[in-house]
């Protein structure tokens, strides 16, 4: 298949990481790219079609000049991101899907659907220089056979986690509406699920893993206690925002 029909795809993707709907990779996940980053890989896609499309016409001299394009470009993406500490997997798109699991009013459990689109830097290097290794020699059909396989180094994963943070945010927030409608009872149920959650995130050793801990604690002593003032859902509201500075949709 020809690198252009994976450029396309490739140029939508990063037109959808404007959206509301995809999160770019946070720097604290296994797998990091910046904008300027992922500009550079997107130059270097564009030179390498411009190169395919120049020995599509025979014309070696401007296949020569966009594989070196490339060529050059890929080496400013690999030192991107060795300065950025990054793999050599760079996604260059990802969706999150947030699905909750209720019970009884409140949310059990939550799940993180990830999906991101990444280009192996290693593989597409190996693939530039076999290239122009054909171009020096005039094979010019391998050259651009070669040029072609560039896009199948692209490579999408589908991750799926648990969210505790999230649950316990959304638990939260119910059991701040329940106490406002007076829904003691769904309020204790929502604040239980809200400090199971924390005690997962806790045991998975996280960055906020201590503080999640001692607002467990806080929790189980609400939860075993009657509250009938609006005191109450205040600090409750104090918890939800508490949680909310935590979350992230990283792994």
């Not at 054909?134 to 056979?145: S, T, Y």
């Not at 075993?224 to 792994?251: A, I, L």
Request: aromatic share 6%; with cysteine.
């Amino acid at each position: 298949m020809k690198l252009r029909l994976y450029l396309t795809v490739c140029l939508l993707m990063l037109a959808a990481l404007l959206s509301a709907n995809a999160v770019p990779v946070s720097a604290a996940s296994d797998i990091n790219s910046d904008a300027a980053l992922i500009k550079t890989i997107n130059a270097m896609f564009g030179s390498v079609n411009a190169a395919e499309t120049a020995l599509e016409n025979n014309n070696r001299s401007q296949a020569t000049h966009n594989l070196q394009q490339a060529l050059d470009d890929h080496a400013r993406a690999v030192s991107m991101a060795r300065r950025n500490g990054d793999t050599m997997v760079v996604p260059l798109y990802r969706e999150l899907l947030d699905t909750a699991a209720l019970w009884k009013g409140a949310v059990k459990k939550t799940i993180t659907e990830s999906t991101y689109v990444a280009i192996d830097l290693n593989k597409s290097g190996n693939r530039l220089q076999a290239a122009k290794k054909a171009l020096d020699a005039g094979n010019l059909q391998a050259a651009k056979d070669t040029l072609g396989a560039v896009g199948s180094d692209l490579v999408a994963v589908n991750v799926t986690a648990d969210r505790p943070l999230l649950t316990a945010r959304e638990n939260l927030a119910i059991a701040r509406r329940d106490l406002q409608e007076h829904k003691d009872s769904q309020a204790r149920a929502a604040l239980t699920q809200a400090s199971q959650a924390l005690s997962r995130y806790q045991s998975g050793n996280g960055k906020y893993a201590a503080q999640a801990g001692a607002l467990k604690t806080q929790l189980q002593a609400a939860i075993r206690n009657e509250h009938n003032d609006n005191s109450f859902g205040t600090k409750v509201e104090s918890w939800w925002h508490q949680v909310t500075q935590w979350f992230n949709h990283t792994f």
